[in-house]
């Protein structure tokens, strides 16, 4: 079956500080996609990267970094240098690459960033 | 280019109350998805549409949830009736189609039952 696991619910910190969220999952597919999705106040939900699993560089994006390690199944996303607009919901998600072409979706974590 | 359209963005209802909500996906995108989101969880897909065809509804309580795609592009999910439970967002997505990599969000509707 496939899983995703965002232990962390809730991180406070404050402005300028590094902060890593954590995502874990669990898929039998050797083909599969993974995303971070970005859910501000407003609801929408925001695409910031999809990654596949045959791709384990990791990726910057001006202060935002991912590492996918596909030894211990996880993609972490790390906000460098964090500001108060991070304040939100992140969203991590697993796609099957075939099949019913569901996101499984982790339960987010939400970014306080304390001015 | 539009993106995902959802009305309304809140509704307020009562218990055992009827309600609808409505989606307009990306021009040209041929699937489309209801999410359903409780509080502090990830959205769960409730059903999937190409076209007009629902091609994955497993998850979709049937005795009081319907959704319908009549012509292939916009479309609406109905809950009736409404239960405390049902308080939630419900988000629709879509892509070009179902083997696309993205899904391309809406800004959902927050329901509320009282």
């Known amino acids: 079956a496939q899983k995703v696991t965002q232990a962390q619910t809730e991180i406070s910190v404050v402005e300028k500080e590094d902060v890593t969220l954590d995502c874990v999952y669990e898929?039998?597919?050797?083909?599969?996609?993974l995303f971070w999705y970005k859910q501000p106040p407003s609801g929408e939900l925001v695409f910031l990267i999809r990654r596949n699993s045959f791709d384990e560089q990791n990726e910057i994006s001006g202060r935002y970094s991912w590492n996918f390690q596909k030894s211990t199944s996880s993609f972490n996303f790390t906000i460098t240098a964090s500001q108060v607009v991070d304040s939100a919901v992140y969203l991590c998600?697993?796609?099957?690459?075939?099949?019913?072409?569901?996101?499984?979706f982790g339960t987010g974590t939400r970014l306080k960033v304390l001015a | 280019e539009a993106g995902v359209v959802q009305s309304p963005r809140y509704k307020i209802i009562e218990k055992k109350q009827p309600v609808a909500f409505w989606c307009n996906p990306i021009s040209g995108h041929n699937t489309l998805y209801w999410y359903l989101q409780n509080l502090g969880q990830g959205p769960e897909l409730l059903i999937r549409?190409?076209?007009?065809?629902?091609?994955?509804d497993s998850q979709l309580p049937k005795d009081r949830f319907s959704a319908e795609r009549l012509k292939g592009v916009d479309s609406t999910l109905k809950i009736q009736p409404a239960e405390l439970g049902d308080s939630a967002v419900y988000l629709c997505a879509s892509s070009l189609t179902g083997g696309s990599t993205e899904q391309y969000f809406g800004p959902g509707t927050r329901l509320t039952v009282t």
């Open positions: 898929t039998r597919d050797t083909t599969y996609y």
């Open positions: 549409y190409e076209n007009e065809e629902a091609v994955d």
């Open positions: 998600a697993l796609r099957e690459a075939s099949g019913t072409y569901k996101y499984i």
